[in-house]
């Protein structure tokens, strides 16, 4: 299998990857609520998306990079939205 | 900057990414539902790790590939959770 072929699945899981955390945005600001959504997991799983985007820099891989930098940016919104709906009731 | 150091970045991302969704599946366990949780999200998520694991094989990315079995473990027994808890409400 050549490289292009190896680079499509990197950018295919990296499109679900990072596109599956829309649906949970859309859900949040419908729902105006968050609460059982664990504020250590979107904690911890940005910290970790974090090291993930310094891994793609130092290995050089365009998908890891690009993905974990929009995943970042959606769980930063996720974690906005839950905080800002808790603290309204 | 040496390979261990680089591969070290991808470890503790990895374990981040990881262990971030063990706090979801207790919260989901101990409070028996995680409706405001999205099953677009867990869906999309699910499929998006396993491409992962097939591009973390074709790149032989230790980190990639040993953090997205377990992500993928994880992720099925949140999935599985909710739809549980949602069907007997």
Known sequence: MNS???E???YFAA??????FLPQLIKTL???KAEDVSLLTLIMFICGVSFWILYGFKISSSPILIANIITLILNLFI???KVFYSKKI
């Open 4 to 6: 292009v072929n190896i």
């Open 8 to 10: 499509f699945f990197g």
């Open 15 to 20: 499109i679900l990857t990072t596109a599956a």
């Open 30 to 32: 419908k729902t105006k």
């Open 79 to 81: 974690l906005i939205s």
